[in-house]
């Protein structure tokens, strides 16, 4: 990528928006955050650095025209997440807490091919281990790129990561996911599984299928079609996740009554959980 097909502007974003909260809730593991406040997101080929200027107002720089046709679908700026949490009158007091401490948090709409890989990866490992192996795959494997600040790599194509080799991927630190990820790689290469064609499924329909990979339950499954296909109404449980319907929910899911916009509050309450709670003294 040409440097000076970068552009820098600024934008306002009228709505409930904080970068690091966005970085924080455990869906996004390339991001990069630099020592004066900006943010740098990576999605297919684009790359974006963003950084608050005050109030509504944010610096942006990124490829021309990208903002309009990229970037405001990967942060879902077509929804107000600000009437989400302000009109929300369900999921009791500990969901309240939970949107009131996670304001400005986005659900990022994200590559599906990168989430699949990425959430398969993600299985027994935390967000800093999932971060260096995905990281790693990008830095072997994927295509370079070069913008005014860095030198990134694109997240790598089927066809880079069917070429590599078992010890290759293994050492990005995959281990027993090793395999999951190369029959994933392969079932995309040789269309076995259409990632685009299952924009058109219903959610459940597209929860189905992602189950079909090897390697692919039901939160892994839930992770691709709500990162990676944007359906909010599909709720991960992960170990946050349950400690919060175990512990502080009663053992009741607090998430159904929020109907198709639950897995919206599943990030609100992942944040919460991870970051805020456990931080509280006892």
Not at 265 to 281: A, L, S, T
Request: include cysteine; hydrophobic fraction near 40%.
């Amino acid at each position: 990528m040409d440097k000076g097909k970068f552009e820098e502007f600024s934008v306002k974003i009228e709505d409930d928006f904080e970068l690091e909260k966005i970085v924080s809730c455990g869906q996004c593991f390339r991001a990069k955050t630099f020592e004066n406040g900006t943010y740098r997101f990576i999605t297919g080929d684009k790359v974006i650095y963003i950084r608050k200027l005050g109030g509504d107002d944010y610096s942006v720089c990124c490829s021309g025209g990208s903002w309009e046709s990229v970037w405001r679908d990967y942060f879902d700026l077509g929804r107000s997440y600000r009437d989400i949490r302000e009109g929300a009158d369900r999921g009791g007091s500990f969901v309240k807490a939970a949107m009131a401490a996670g304001a400005g948090l986005r659900v990022l709409r994200q590559d599906a091919w990168e989430m699949l890989i990425t959430f398969i990866i993600s299985q027994r490992k935390s967000i800093p281990a999932i971060s260096r192996a995905v990281e790693g795959l990008a830095e072997k494997f994927g295509r370079a790129l070069v913008t005014p600040f860095e030198t990134v790599h694109v997240f790598p194509a089927p066809e880079g990561l069917c070429r590599a080799s078992e010890e290759e991927l293994g050492s990005c630190g995959l281990g027993y996911r090793t395999g999951y990820v190369r029959d994933a790689a392969q079932k995309v290469l040789t269309g076995a599984l259409n990632l685009g064609a299952l924009e058109a499924c219903g959610d459940e329909e597209l929860f189905t299928e992602l189950m079909k990979v090897h390697g692919v339950g039901k939160k892994v499954a839930n992770c691709v079609a709500l990162f990676g296909y944007g359906r909010v109404s599909r709720v991960p449980v992960d170990v946050w996740i349950d400690r919060a319907i175990q512990e502080d929910c009663h053992g009741c899911d607090p998430f159904e009554s929020f109907g198709s916009e639950a897995g919206i509050i599943q990030q609100y309450v992942f944040y919460y959980k991870r970051n805020v709670q456990r931080e509280m003294p006892a």
